[in-house]
């Protein structure tokens, strides 16, 4: 008769010991990578050279950059940590992406050096199976999270740059010009979303408090349309401007926007309106107490 | 915390310091409604350029208190409000109609001074 014996072994135990044989294998794979330094790192630019990626920089400088890349990766892998790779990913694409490099090129040059390290794995343990199988059980979760910490970073920084950008336009687009002591005019060009309406009108309160504004000529010559919401909002930032002490008179309402305008019944009743921009300047003018004289007329009686 | 009114010519200043309380801001009215028949006052400032919130109830009462200086007689310009809190209150539908409003201290009082040389013109013009 044969008794079997099983002995048991729990499976926190079982985890744990896959962590420290994980952790030891990379070791052994970041001690194989800073061993072959040199020799990866030129195989990583000349296959980057080869695929024709950042072609915007000079052989130099990839060179010089495929280093930083390369440290930074081993130091990720050893640590096991990507907040230092995350900072240098955002650095690295605040210097790239002025100089036109693609989100398909950043993307590229990382997965090359996970080719060209998983390449020098199957090298070094073409003889043994079984190592080179465990290795890369430890070397691919973490070479995958590397790709992706660079991608998003990149991505990141885009993005960024995208948002400010819009926030430059967007700040542009909406010019507070004082033409007259203590009168403002506003002119707008453009569709008016619920986000420009809203900075607008910041800006406009904000000017009318540091010019001292009386009097302020809205101008939507160059709106082709408003809906409800923004018209109200319209409404509101007149009566906003009204507690501040100051006097707001709309101008270039297009017969199309004043149908709608009608139409959809928002009370104009609080609006100052006039036909259009040099009217309404005139207007400003009036209730500002100018009076404008042109001097040829008036020559040749004095 | 009390509000300082302060009597200058015709005129009753009211400063707020600091945020004020549902019953500092009826004492306020109150008291604004009494003395500008005690002192013949023209017109009455509230400057709320400390304030940066004002909600139902302050917007209200300001409303109010220049609705009963107007029954006494009187003008009632309310200034320096934050341009953010005066979004806020359009927002919220309280538009102080009816109310005059001005910058600052400074433009209310050209606007009361403004008011009043007009008047005297008007009253000079009914005597002659």
């Known amino acids: ?302 | 915390m009390e509000v300082p009114i302060l009597k200058q010519q015709h005129y009753l200043i009211a400063t707020v310091q600091a945020a004020l309380t549902d019953a500092d801001l009826t004492h306020l009215r109150d008291a604004l409604v009494e003395r500008v028949g005690r002192f013949r006052s023209h017109a009455v400032i509230v400057d709320v350029t400390a304030l940066d919130v004002m909600d139902s109830f302050a917007s209200r009462t300001l409303r109010d208190l220049a609705y009963m200086i107007r029954l006494r007689g009187a003008e009632t310009v309310i200034v320096g409000i934050q341009p953010e809190v005066a979004f806020a209150m359009v927002q919220l539908g309280l538009n102080l109609e009816g109310v005059a409003t001005a910058l600052d201290l400074e433009e209310g009082l050209a606007f009361l001074n403004h008011k009043g040389k007009s008047r005297e013109a008007g009253s000079n013009l009914s005597r002659n």
């Not at chain 1, 790239?96 to 398909?104: H, K, L, Q, S, Y």
């Open chain 1, 1 to 302: 008769m044969v008794v079997v014996v099983k002995t048991k072994v729990s499976p926190r135990f079982k985890s744990q010991q896959a962590t420290e044989f994980t952790a030891a294998l990379l070791r052994e794979l970041v001690a194989h990578l800073r061993q072959n330094r040199t020799q990866l790192r030129q195989e990583w630019a000349r296959r980057i050279q080869e695929a024709q990626l950042l072609t915007a920089m000079s052989e130099d400088e990839i060179f010089a950059e495929a280093t930083s890349v390369y440290d930074n990766y081993v130091e990720a892998l050893e640590t096991g940590t990507f907040e230092a790779l995350q900072a240098y990913a955002r650095n690295l694409s605040e210097r790239v992406i002025p100089r036109g490099v693609e989100t398909d090129e950043v993307i590229g040059i990382v997965l090359l050096l996970r080719d060209v390290l998983a390449r020098s794995l199957f090298a070094k343990y073409q003889d043994d199976f079984d190592k080179l199988n465990s290795i890369l059980d430890a070397y691919e979760p973490a070479a995958n999270r590397i790709a992706n910490t660079v991608a998003v970073g990149f991505v990141q920084e885009r993005e960024r740059i995208i948002r400010e950008q819009q926030e430059a336009i967007r700040e542009l687009s909406t010019p507070v010009l004082q033409v007259r002591e203590r009168l403002l005019i506003l002119p707008i060009i453009g569709a008016i979303d619920p986000q420009r309406a809203r900075q607008l009108t910041e800006q406009l309160l904000r000017a009318i408090r540091t010019n001292r504004a009386k009097v302020v000529v809205i101008d939507i010559t160059g709106v082709a349309a408003l809906n409800s919401v923004v018209a109200s909002h319209l409404v509101q930032t007149v009566e906003a401007s009204r507690l501040l002490g100051a006097m707001v008179i709309v101008t270039g309402l297009s017969p199309e926007i004043a149908q709608t305008l009608v139409t959809i019944g928002v009370d104009l009743g609080k609006m100052h309106t006039v036909g259009d921009l040099q009217g309404g300047i005139e207007e400003a003018e009036r209730l500002l107490g100018y009076k404008v004289i042109s001097i040829v007329e008036e020559a040749p009686q004095a």
